[in-house]
C-alpha cells in the first residue's frame, strides 16, 4: 500500500537510514515475538492432532490406558513456550531448563532404554498386585503405576533387554505446516508496512 509524503521535511524523516533501521527492527521484533507464538501453537495443535505411530502395549499399560502418542499428563504441553531472540528471530518448544526437556528430547529423537533387574522385579511386583497378591508392597514408580492402571500389569518377558521408543518428530511435523508459513510471511510483510506507514507520517 502506497503511502503519501508531502513535504520535503517529511521526506527526509520517511529516508533517514538511522531512524528508518530503527522503525523496521522495532516492527520486525514485534513481528518474530508473534511469530514464535504462532509456532508454539501449532507444535501443540500438532500434538493433540495425533497422526503418529500408535504407542505399544507396555507403553499404553504405563500411562494408564492412554493409546495416543505424546500424550501422558500435560507436562510436555504446558512446557511449550516461545522466547523472542532478535528482530528476526524467536524459539518455539521446549527450553532446555524445562524438567520436560528430557522426554521432548526422547520423544523426537527416539531412545533405547536397558531392562535393568530393578526394572524387571518393578514389572513382576505390579504383576503380582494385579494379581491381588497381598505378598508385594508397592513404594514409589511401581506405587504410581499402579494407581493409574491397577489391572492388567504382566511380567517382562525373559527376552524383553530393552525398551524401545520411537522418534516421532513432532517438531518438524508442526513446522512443516503451510497454514504456519503463510501466517508467519504475512507479519513479516505486515511489519514491513506499518515500518513505512510510520516513517511517512513522521510518528518515529
Not at 504462532?38 to 493409546?67: C, E, M, P, W, Y
Not at 524467536?90 to 522426554?103: I, P
Not at 521432548?104 to 522385579?121: D, K, L, N, S, Y
Not at 520411537?166 to 508459513?181: E, G, H, I, M, T
Amino acid at each position: 500500500m502506497p503511502y503519501k509524503v508531502t513535504g520535503l521535511k517529511q521526506f527526509k524523516h520517511a529516508i533517514d537510514p538511522a531512524g528508518l533501521d530503527r522503525t523496521m527492527r522495532e516492527e520486525l521484533r514485534r513481528a518474530a515475538a508473534i511469530n514464535g507464538q504462532l509456532g508454539a501453537a501449532h507444535l501443540r495443535k500438532t500434538i493433540t492432532d495425533g497422526g503418529f505411530q500408535r504407542n505399544a502395549a507396555l507403553t499404553v499399560a504405563i500411562k494408564g490406558g492412554s493409546k495416543k502418542p505424546l500424550v501422558d499428563t500435560a507436562a510436555l504441553f504446558q512446557a511449550i513456550t516461545s522466547v523472542p531472540v532478535d528482530e528476526y528471530s524467536a524459539f518455539a518448544g521446549v527450553l532446555r531448563t524445562s524438567a520436560a526437556f528430557s522426554v521432548a528430547e526422547a520423544i523426537t529423537e527416539g531412545a533405547t532404554i536397558q531392562v535393568t533387574p530393578r526394572m524387571r522385579g518393578m514389572f513382576f511386583a505390579l504383576y503380582l498386585a494385579s494379581q491381588g497378591s497381598d505378598s508385594v508392597t508397592l513404594e514409589g514408580r511401581a506405587a504410581e503405576l499402579f494407581a493409574r492402571q491397577p489391572h492388567g500389569w504382566k511380567p517382562l518377558s525373559a527376552g524383553t533387554a530393552v525398551i524401545v521408543i520411537p522418534a516421532r518428530d513432532w517438531v518438524a511435523k508442526a513446522f512443516r505446516s503451510r497454514n504456519l508459513k503463510r501466517m508467519v510471511t504475512e507479519n513479516w510483510l505486515k511489519a514491513l508496512g506499518k515500518t513505512m506507514k510510520k516513517r511517512a507520517k513522521g510518528s518515529s
